[in-house]
């Protein structure tokens, strides 16, 4: 399927479980971002990349763990996951050149219990 | 860090009235863009202004950014069931502007339209 695709849409997990959460796009953009909505928060920038290989922290980067291995993939990793992080994860995509609009996934609902 | 105070938080609204939504900025706006979301699904992305005094339009939906470049209103014009959602503003957190370092966001505004 063309476009941007996050998986798991749902996930419930321990507390101190490792969990990662996929982001797949098929329009080769060069940045991709992570975000996190909370109640009374809205968005926070987690982490995000330029491009292959290159990354840079956002806002509210600890207890997470990004690699970007190729163009297409972003994925999020919580190392340990804990309660604070029970949130909706949404990655984003944009092209240099065109990075006005970036395009988001459909989201990830994660439950640290 | 710059901060997006949106208001109002909430606004029901009978359909076909008009209606507006806030977005303040503490700092200068190097772009400002506008999102909306439905219950449950991700942001779609609907207008981005980077000049004072810019406007721009879509449909039924127009978005303004002050000259002071410091504060942006939303505008929809008979408003419809399909406008329902929460609106997002979102500002670049960099003066290179473009985004391309991530967005600051706004809490959102709930919309309810009333039939």
């Known amino acids: 399927d063309a476009g941007i695709t996050q998986s798991p849409r749902y996930k419930i997990t321990e507390t101190g479980r490792q969990v990662t959460l996929m982001c797949h796009q098929t329009?080769?953009?060069?940045?991709m971002f992570w975000y996190r909505q909370d109640l009374g928060h809205g968005l926070r920038l987690i982490y995000y990349?330029?491009?292959?290989?290159?990354?840079d922290k956002g806002e509210v980067p600890d207890g997470y763990v990004v690699s970007r291995s190729k163009t297409e993939n972003f994925p999020l990793t919580l190392e340990s996951a804990t309660r604070s992080q029970t949130s909706v994860y949404f990655c984003?995509?944009?092209?240099?050149?065109?990075?006005?609009?970036?395009?988001f996934g459909p989201g990830t609902r994660l439950t640290v219990t | 860090s710059q901060e997006l105070e949106q208001s109002p938080q909430s606004l029901i609204v009978q359909e076909g009235k008009n209606l507006t939504i806030n977005c303040t900025s503490s700092?200068?706006?190097?772009?400002l863009y506008w999102y909306k979301q439905k219950y449950g699904e991700g942001l779609i992305f609907l207008m981005m202004?980077?000049?004072?005094?810019e406007e721009k339009s879509h449909e039924k939906i127009t978005a303004k950014l002050d000259e002071k470049k410091q504060q942006s209103s939303l505008h929809i014009t008979a408003s419809q069931p399909s406008h329902a959602g929460i609106y997002l503003c979102?500002?670049?957190?960099?003066?290179?502007?473009?985004?391309?370092?991530?967005?600051?966001f706004g809490k959102g505004t709930h919309l309810i339209i009333q039939p």
């Open positions: 990349s330029a491009a292959a290989d290159i990354t």
């Open positions: 202004l980077q000049k004072g005094g």
């Open positions: 984003a995509s944009s092209e240099w050149g065109q990075i006005y609009e970036q395009y």
């Open positions: 979102g500002a670049d957190v960099s003066r290179s502007g473009g985004g391309a370092d991530g967005l600051t």
């Open positions: 329009w080769s953009h060069s940045y």
């Open positions: 700092k200068t706006l190097y772009g």
